[in-house]
């Protein structure tokens, strides 16, 4: 069985473009989430799709923004990147609304230049 | 505002030895925790979780203590083996938090031949 599945793998971007990243989950699975991870930190939370809804934001600012498909597939999106926004993007599926024993996928890694 | 600490950055441990990670929080709201193990250039991997009602929870090698007192857990890992040298995120959730996990910043663990 697929996991959970992001792409691009690595992306490179100049200060001030607009990104966005996307991500399939596991059939099945009607929740993801989106985590951002600076290096030498642990994951952060930005949004919790569930049934194309949002049902949770993490404090980022309102250039993040994100949408789940019909397929429950999701897009998370960024506008105006600054260097700060330099960091792994994961991506994370459920099969309920509730975070545990939710599946990750290997991520994004995006770097501002 | 860290509420998730994980204070040791590193540890090494020989093979076959127990291998004990910590993890402090702040938030006394926080009522289910998980530890998540990740490889470089791939996903967090979910490994155990304990609910706030228990005080420890086993799966094979991998034991979780809680002490809701102390607001501690601990990761016990016997015996530890050299593909257990990963990196270790203990991450704690509220019951009407949004859904969202809050992560520590992880522990590198090495266990040595």
């Known amino acids: 069985d697929a996991g959970v599945t992001q792409s691009p793998t690595h992306l490179i971007k100049t200060r001030g473009q607009h990104v966005t990243l996307r991500c399939s989950p596991i059939s099945g699975h009607k929740s993801v989430s989106w985590y951002q991870q600076v290096l030498g930190q642990g994951p952060q939370f930005i949004f919790q799709?569930?049934?194309?809804?949002?049902?949770g934001r993490g404090n980022f600012p309102d250039r993040f923004s994100a949408r789940q498909f019909p397929n429950y597939s999701s897009e998370l999106n960024v506008n105006a990147l600054l260097l700060g926004d330099s960091a792994l993007y994961l991506c994370?599926?459920?099969?309920?609304?509730?975070?545990?024993?939710?599946?990750f996928g290997s991520g994004t890694r995006l770097t501002v230049v | 505002d860290q509420q998730v600490k994980q204070n040791s950055p590193s540890l090494s441990v020989q093979e076959g030895r127990i291998s004990i990670l910590n993890c402090d929080y702040t938030n006394s709201m926080f009522d289910y925790f998980l530890w998540y193990k990740k490889y470089p250039a791939e996903g967090p991997t979910f490994l155990i979780s304990?609910?706030?009602?228990?005080d420890k929870n086993e799966d094979g090698r991998f034991t979780v203590f809680l002490n809701k007192s102390a607001k501690h857990l601990s990761l016990h890992i016997v015996p530890s083996q050299p593909g257990d040298s990963a990196v270790y995120f203990c991450?704690?959730?509220?019951?009407?938090?949004?859904?969202?996990?809050?992560f520590g910043t992880g522990t590198q663990l090495k266990v040595e031949l």
């Open positions: 304990i609910s706030s009602i228990k």
């Open positions: 991450a704690a959730s509220l019951t009407g938090g949004g859904n969202k996990l809050t």
């Open positions: 799709y569930y049934e194309k809804e949002e049902r």
């Open positions: 994370a599926s459920s099969q309920q609304g509730r975070n545990y024993g939710y599946t």
